[in-house]
């Protein structure tokens, strides 16, 4: 038996990066995988596709994680076409990077509400049906930024932080009913955000990362099956650097 097998999984965010990695791992292991996208039509219905290829139950979404309502509605959809929700992986994100000197109140709030309000927006819809099934896997995409900072991106890192905050909270809170809650903390995984980097900047990411190389998606998605997986159900409110060594 393949290690997610009859468990359904939602991921925000899966069109793309780290989300698609993590959507192609999770049907290689068995998983039901309903997916969003906030505008990438065609990459999203071409991963279906790829997904479908896995003999497991597949949908993506267009959905906006930082609209409150648009994630209930989008709960209540994915009950609809797949009966139960046993993983949510917030996992949408973006960046508005400048020096505090630079940045604009909207590059603050902008951040501050895809990357972290989105998490409380799924995490409360998904609540209700997670407690009725008395269990839950819960993975919230931080940063090795939100846990050490980093000089041009505040908006980025407050929102990163604010994750770790929030997901422990949410540990404490529904620990008695078998949901579980934890934190991965990417470090540099070469995907479409880091891409705009200049190359000299990434070499010296690189170089200076122990395991010497930049993570990919599928190192992220690894991580993700274990804690979504009952592997892991001892471990929650925890916080996991999957960095090559970067915060060692
Ligand atoms: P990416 O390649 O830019 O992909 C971002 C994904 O999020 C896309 O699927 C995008 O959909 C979706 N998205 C953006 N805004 C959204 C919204 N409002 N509602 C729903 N979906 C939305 O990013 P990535 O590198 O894979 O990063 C994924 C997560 O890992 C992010 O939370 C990021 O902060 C975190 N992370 C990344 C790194 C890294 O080095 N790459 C390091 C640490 C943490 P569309 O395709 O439709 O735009």
């Known amino acids: 038996m393949k290690l997610l097998e009859g468990k359904t999984a939602i991921i925000t965010g899966g069109s793309r990066g780290i989300g698609k990695g993590i959507a192609l791992v999770f049907a290689e292991y068995g998983a039901n995988v309903a997916f969003t996208y906030s505008s990438s039509v065609d990459s999203a219905l071409e991963l279906e596709k790829e997904l479908k290829t896995f003999g497991v139950k597949v949908k993506s ?31 949408a994100g973006i960046t508005k990077d400048n020096l505090l000197m630079r940045m604009g109140e909207e590059d603050f709030d902008k951040v501050i509400e895809v990357n972290l309000k989105s998490v409380f927006n799924m995490t409360k819809a998904v609540q209700r049906t997670m407690l009725k099934q008395r269990k839950g896997s819960i993975i919230n995409m931080s940063s090795v930024v939100g846990v050490k900072g980093n000089a041009g991106q505040s908006n980025y890192a407050a929102s990163k932080a604010g994750i770790i905050g929030f997901s422990k909270s949410i540990a404490l809170e529904l620990g008695s009913r078998n949901i579980r809650s934890n934190v991965i903390a990417p470090g540099f ?32 998605a690894n991580a993700c099956v274990f804690l979504a997986s009952d592997l892991s159900s001892y471990i929650t409110g925890q916080t996991l650097n999957v960095d090559g060594g970067m915060l060692t």
Do not use: H
């Open 61 to 91: 979404y267009k959905s906006n994680a930082a609209s409150y309502s648009e994630s209930q509605k989008l709960i209540d959809d994915v009950l609809i076409d797949f009966d139960s929700i046993d993983i949510l992986i917030n996992n």
């Open 189 to 220: 995984i070469e995907t479409e955000m880091t891409s705009s980097l200049n190359e000299e900047t990434v070499d010296s990411w690189r170089s200076s990362i122990p395991l010497k190389r930049g993570g990919s998606p599928k190192d992220i």
